[in-house]
T-cell receptor
Framework: NAGVMQNPRHLVRRRGQEARLRCSPM?????VYWYRQLPEEGLKFMVY????????ESGMPKERFSAEFPKEGPSILRIQQVVRGDSAAYFC??????????????FGEGSRLTVL | DQQVKQNSPSLSVQEGRISILNCDYT??????FLWYKKYPAEGPTFLIS?????DKNEDGRFTVFLNKSAKHLSLHIVPSQPGDSAVYFC???????????????FGQGTILTVHP
């Protein structure tokens, strides 16, 4: 049973370019979360998606960032016109239950974005 | 506004002894607490959790204690093993009445080193 798969593991972009990070949740999981970890900090919630729906995007920066989880295919976190401050590790997590669950999230290994 | 704080950036313990990692929170709405373990270049792995209706939860060598009045929780690892060396994150969620059960607020992490 494959875990949460993220790719690419490492991504280097120049300022102004676009970054696309992909996440395939664990089999049977329909809830996807994106978190960002800046250097020397804990993980910060960005967005919570279910298939074709954004449930909670309260942690997403207002500009340049977007996320989707289409009916088919992986979830995508898109960062347009990247700046150096976007350099971070981006973690995707999935779960298969919501109300009443234990809150366990299964995390991927992360995508490390470096903006030059 | 750091709602979950781990005030000790690092902890060093001898193999076989007890490791105690601490976490404080400020948001009274938090009602579910989790500990995650993270190795370098990997995603966080769920360790143990506790609901606010309990004050203790035990799983093998790991025990989490919750003191609601002090808004404090701790993770005890007994006996500590060198393989426990990792970064430990405390996380909290406000689940009652909400839908974002995977929306966790993380602390900054504590680096645990267990010496042989």
């Amino acid at each position: 049973n494959a875990g949460v798969m993220q790719n690419p593991r490492h991504l280097v972009r120049r300022r102004g370019q676009e970054a696309r990070l992909r996440c395939s949740p664990m089999k049977g999981h329909s809830h996807v979360y994106w978190y960002r970890q800046l250097p020397e900090e804990g993980l910060k919630f960005m967005v919570y998606l279910q298939k074709e729906n954004i449930i909670d995007e309260s942690g997403m920066p207002k500009e340049r960032f977007s996320a989707e989880f289409p009916k088919e295919g992986p979830s995508i976190l898109r960062i347009q016109q990247v700046v150096r401050g976007d350099s971070a590790a981006y973690f995707c997590a999935s779960s298969y239950r919501s109300p009443g669950n234990t809150g366990e999230l299964f995390f991927g290994e992360g995508s490390r974005l470096t903006v030059l | 506004d750091q709602q979950v704080k781990q005030n000790s950036p690092s902890l060093s313990v001898q193999e076989g002894r007890i490791s105690i990692l601490n976490c404080d929170y400020t948001n009274s709405m938090f009602d579910y607490f989790l500990w995650y373990k993270k190795y370098p270049a990997e995603g966080p792995t769920f360790l143990i959790s506790i609901s606010s209706i309990k004050d203790k939860n035990e799983d093998g060598r790991f025990t989490v204690f919750l003191n609601k009045s002090a808004k404090h929780l701790s993770l005890h690892i007994v006996p500590s093993q060198p393989g426990d060396s990792a970064v430990y994150f405390c996380a909290a969620s406000a689940r009652a009445g909400g839908t974002s059960y995977g929306k966790l607020t993380f602390g900054q992490g504590t680096i645990l080193t267990v010496h042989p």
